[in-house]
């Protein structure tokens, strides 16, 4: 049924993009001010991006948070990936309920409770806070997405390939590997860049985690605006919008290609 375009629709949908995206443009355009004032528009300039290039604390942070991004998102994606074939393939077991409570429950758990019940464990065993204990916090919420996102591909595939492949004398580890891993690449994927995402923007776990010669980019933001706002914080949120649009539009033509060629692929199984 085709469903037209009333004025209704368009003013909603226009109003609700404004809300979500017209701060972000508002804070693209002033990080060419030419002023020093946030709020005072004094001409177009591209200073501030030298300014933040030259800004020793910041591109330190940045590089720790971009190093545990990586190795957090990596983590988080084999740990929930192993965790949704488990809770798809797996069937019923003991300790099923209990299994998937501790992996869903990062969900809905706040992160305020999820940062001091981490700080209290690193504590009572002794481990010195930094990048390492960054990245184990970061690993254990993530990991809860990346499983929803993966046991939500597999709940949809289709199990006779896997049974082809193993009547064909394949083993189960080869039979993931060789038929369930590349069709279900998409969703690790879409998986892997949500647990970044994730991590790039969080700053509640990541404050209860880190150290003193550890701190993250959003903590050192949110340290620099409770001083005021500078030129320098809107050109380093823009380079962050701009990296986090890449990756958004990089994925979702990898997704697209990789379910297109299955499809054919698909058709071409049909018609031999």
Not at 50 to 67: M, Y
Not at 151 to 163: G, Q, V
Request: charged content about 15%; proline content about 4%; hydrophobic content about 55%.
């Amino acid at each position: 049924m085709n469903r037209r375009l009333t004025w209704f629709n368009a003013t909603s949908l226009t109003l609700g993009f404004a809300f979500l995206y017209l701060p972000m443009l508002i804070l693209i355009i002033f990080s060419f001010n030419e002023s020093k004032l946030v709020t005072v528009w004094a001409g177009f300039s591209p200073k501030w991006y030298g300014e933040l290039l030259r800004n020793e604390q910041f591109l330190d942070a940045a590089w720790v948070t971009l190093k545990v991004a990586a190795l957090s998102s990596t983590l988080a994606t084999v740990l929930g990936t192993m965790a949704a074939y488990v809770l798809v393939r797996a069937g019923r077991f003991p300790g099923r309920t209990l299994f998937s409570g501790m992996i869903y429950a990062p969900l809905v758990m706040p992160e305020v409770i999820t940062g001091l019940s981490l700080l209290l464990l690193f504590i009572a065993i002794g481990l010195d806070r930094g990048v390492f204990t960054i990245v184990l916090a970061h690993t254990t919420f993530a990991m809860c997405y990346v499983s929803v996102v993966v046991s939500s591909r597999l709940m949809t595939f289709d199990r006779s390939l896997e049974e082809a492949a193993l009547d064909l004398g394949c083993t189960p580890f080869e039979a993931f590997r060789l038929v369930t891993l590349p069709i279900i690449t998409p969703a690790v994927i879409s998986g892997w860049l949500l647990a970044f995402t994730l991590s790039l923007d969080d700053l509640v776990i990541a404050s209860f985690a880190s150290g003193p010669s550890s701190t993250t980019l959003p903590i050192k933001i949110f340290s620099a605006v409770r001083l005021g706002v500078s030129p320098e914080i809107n050109a380093l949120s823009t380079i962050m919008i701009g990296i986090v649009a890449v990756g958004v539009i990089t994925a979702s033509l990898v997704s697209k290609r990789a379910i297109q060629r299955q499809r054919r692929e698909e058709v071409e199984g049909v018609r031999a």
